[in-house]
């Protein structure tokens, strides 16, 4: 099945900087990359995705950017501010039989220092 | 627009208690519909999927079980609970086949003593 890793665990920034967290997955079928910022006792919020047949997507602040030959995403937060300060997910889809499976990373704990 | 609705928010169980969690979403029809499970500080993990009216695809063996008796609703059911049981327990939607996109409810903390 597939295998999603997640760097860094932590990451601290002070406000005003730009945050990266990147992924990798396992399974080159993968065609489908969302990411999820999760607030403490909150549910997973779907921030941005992107397509295997798309390099780059942005929308405001954030952006992703996908490699299909090295198998890695990222999300890129720029002009960071203390709400961005959560924890967030990428994850990895393969499509199935009428069903997209989501397999998530272990998460990174994004701390906006003020 | 679409809605999803978990209940009960929070949950206090004894090892050994039946459980049953419901899900239900509103606002569409014919969803594919996701039970995950997130224990304290770690990731999510994918426990069941349903792609319509009787239909469970189960990822992880467990004493865990799901089922989907009407179009809009998914339950999640335990016999008898296990303190490995405890986590944040989340329904997730998606209303496209083809899109991938997953929404989550608010989600059920459940606390196994």
């Known amino acids: 099945g597939e295998n999603v890793e997640q760097h860094p665990s932590t990451l601290s920034v002070q406000e005003g900087?730009?945050?990266v967290i990147?992924?990798?997955?396992?399974?080159?079928?993968?065609?489908?990359f969302p990411w999820y910022k999760q607030e403490l006792g909150k549910r997973p919020q779907l921030i941005i995705d992107i397509r295997s047949n798309v390099g780059e997507k942005k929308d405001q602040r954030i952006a992703v950017t996908l490699n299909k030959t090295a198998k890695h995403f990222s999300l890129h937060i720029t002009e960071t501010?203390?709400?961005d300060s959560a924890v967030y997910f990428c994850a990895a889809s393969i499509p199935g039989?009428?069903?997209?499976q989501l397999t998530f990373g272990k998460g990174t704990k994004l701390s906006v220092i003020p | 627009s679409q809605t999803i609705h978990q209940w009960p928010a929070t949950l206090v169980q004894p090892v050994g208690s039946p459980l049953s969690l419901e899900c239900t979403v509103e606002g569409t029809s014919n969803p594919n519909l996701y039970w995950y499970r997130q224990?304290?500080?770690?990731?999510?993990?994918l426990l069941f999927y349903s792609?319509?009216?009787?239909?469970?695809?189960?990822?992880?063996?467990q004493n865990l079980s799901a089922s989907?008796?009407?179009?809009?609703?998914?339950?999640?059911?335990?016999?008898?609970?296990?303190?490995?049981?405890?986590?944040?327990?989340l329904c997730a939607w998606s209303v496209l086949r083809d899109s991938?996109?997953?929404?989550?409810?608010?989600?059920?903390?459940?606390t196994v003593t």
């Open chain 1, 81 to 83: 501010q203390p709400e």
């Open chain 2, 68 to 89: 989907r008796p009407q179009d809009r609703q998914f339950i999640l059911s335990s016999k008898k609970l296990l303190l490995s049981d405890s986590g944040f327990y």
């Open chain 1, 17 to 19: 900087d730009s945050a």
């Open chain 2, 39 to 45: 224990a304290a500080g770690r990731g999510l993990q």
């Open chain 1, 22 to 32: 990147k992924c990798t997955y396992s399974d080159s079928a993968s065609n489908y």
């Open chain 2, 100 to 110: 991938g996109e997953q929404y989550f409810g608010p989600g059920t903390r459940l």
């Open chain 2, 51 to 61: 792609v319509g009216i009787g239909q469970i695809s189960s990822e992880v063996p």
């Open chain 1, 97 to 100: 039989a009428g069903s997209y």
